[in-house]
């Protein structure tokens, strides 16, 4: 069992950057992978990059490739999403979850969710 909860979101003009946060009360943090993906009004749930339970992998959607990075601290039971270059199509609630067993790009594999949080790009 974990308990996802982010931080960082709000507005930023585009080509800014920002960094999510997302912190886990359960234990042990290093049993999960963690993902996070992205919802816009009106649109499904879109995968937007995934890290392994100790880092050494990481997956990425073509549409952030090169602008995001997803890194975790497994001592401070944190996942970060660092976001640079926004675009205005960057503008969702994002979400982390977790699971089990090997990082995963598709929502309906998620174990636990987070409650999201609001990122806005926008002049």
């Known amino acids: 069992q974990v308990q996802l909860v982010e931080s960082g979101g709000g507005l930023v003009q585009p080509g800014g950057s920002l960094r999510l946060s997302c912190t886990a009360s359960?234990?042990?943090?290093?049993?999960?992978?963690l993902s996070w993906f992205r919802q816009a009004p009106g649109k499904e749930r879109e995968f937007v990059a995934t890290?392994?339970?100790?880092?050494?992998?990481?997956d990425y959607a073509s549409s952030v490739k090169g602008r995001f990075t997803i890194t975790r601290d497994n001592e401070k039971n944190t996942v970060f999403l660092q976001m640079n270059s926004l675009k205005s199509e960057d503008t969702a609630v994002y979400y982390c979850?977790?699971?089990?067993?090997?990082?995963?790009?598709?929502?309906?594999?998620?174990?636990?969710w987070g409650r999201g949080t609001q990122v806005t790009v926008s002049s």
């Open positions: 979850a977790a699971k089990s067993g090997s990082t995963f790009t598709s929502a309906d594999m998620a174990d636990y």
């Open positions: 359960g234990r042990p943090f290093s049993w999960y992978n």
């Open positions: 890290i392994s339970r100790f880092g050494r992998a990481t």
